[in-house]
């Protein structure tokens, strides 16, 4: 509710006379008693009235937030309702730095997180992704992962974060992926497949999401688990599954560029 709308009740809710005053305008009303002009008026009276009305008021206000869902919330949800991404440990003085994403991917997320990806590789020789998700859109977190992995960009999920769902596949596209363990974890695919279509969309985003990790480098295995999950369940992945599944390691082409390159800066995308 607006400032303005608050005055507007609140104008309405008490009366113009003045408590104190000595004549009211003529024809006035208050409290129910039309009060004639230099005729004298009880304030006992008066006030009993006024304080009545203010409580209607409270009411009628107390009302009105309820009835309202945008009232009924904090701005701190509000602003929290979606994720965001922030440049973080930025030294380039030392070549280092970093993008954080915190909450769900999604496209908007994706797009921001992209432009400052971009906006700080020209001065660092080591870029990191430190995820913080719970998930998000499979599309925005494989579009997200190609860049990563154009941009040859590290990845890393710490003990106070975690990376469930979609933010698996933005994990497995670092370069070098450092997960802590029981951070994160595999989910399936959730579309329903009750309709002919919605199985055709399911095959097609199951054979995307196959392919893509397969250009990243990950073990058929990896996607595998992902299927073979129930609906609804997390599978939270101890430091042993994480580096069978590929989900901790190193890419073996940026491996092999480090040591020919003896460990200088690795090459940057246009």
């Not at 006035?28 to 009545?52: C, S, W």
């Not at 990376?163 to 579309?191: D, I, S, Y």
């Not at 999950?229 to 590929?246: E, F, M, N, Y």
Request: hydrophobic share 40%.
């Amino acid at each position: 509710m607006t400032a303005a709308r608050l005055r507007t009740i609140l104008e309405s809710c008490i009366p113009k006379a003045t408590y104190g005053q000595a004549n009211f305008e003529p024809n006035a009303t208050a409290i129910g008693v039309e009060v004639g002009l230099n005729k004298r008026h009880d304030p006992g009276l008066y006030m009993r009235g006024f304080f009545g009305r203010m409580r209607l008021c409270a009411v009628c206000l107390m009302g009105l937030a309820l009835l309202s869902p945008v009232a009924a919330q904090s701005p701190v949800d509000q602003q929290t309702a979606g994720g965001i991404a922030n440049i973080y440990n930025l030294d380039r003085a030392a070549h280092v730095g970093g993008v954080e994403i915190q909450g769900p991917i999604d496209r908007a997320v994706t797009s921001q997180a992209i432009e400052l990806i971009g906006s700080i590789r020209p001065d660092v020789d080591e870029l990191t992704v430190l995820l913080n998700s719970g998930g998000g859109d499979v599309f925005a977190a494989m579009e997200l992962g190609e860049e990563i992995r154009n941009q040859w960009a590290l990845t890393a999920v710490d003990d106070d974060g975690q990376c469930l769902g979609a933010c698996v596949l933005v994990l497995a596209a670092g370069v070098r992926r450092t997960p802590a363990p029981e951070k994160v974890g595999l989910q399936r695919l959730n579309f329903a497949q009750s309709r002919d279509r919605a199985k055709q969309k399911h095959v097609g985003l199951a054979k995307s999401v196959e392919a893509y990790l397969a250009r990243m480098g990950m073990p058929k295995r990896l996607f595998q688990e992902i299927r073979q999950q129930s609906s609804g369940k997390v599978l939270l992945l101890d430091a042993r599954r994480l580096k069978a599944l590929g989900l901790d390691g190193t890419d073996p082409a940026y491996e092999q560029w480090l040591r020919a390159n003896n460990y200088q800066q690795p090459p940057q995308s246009d």
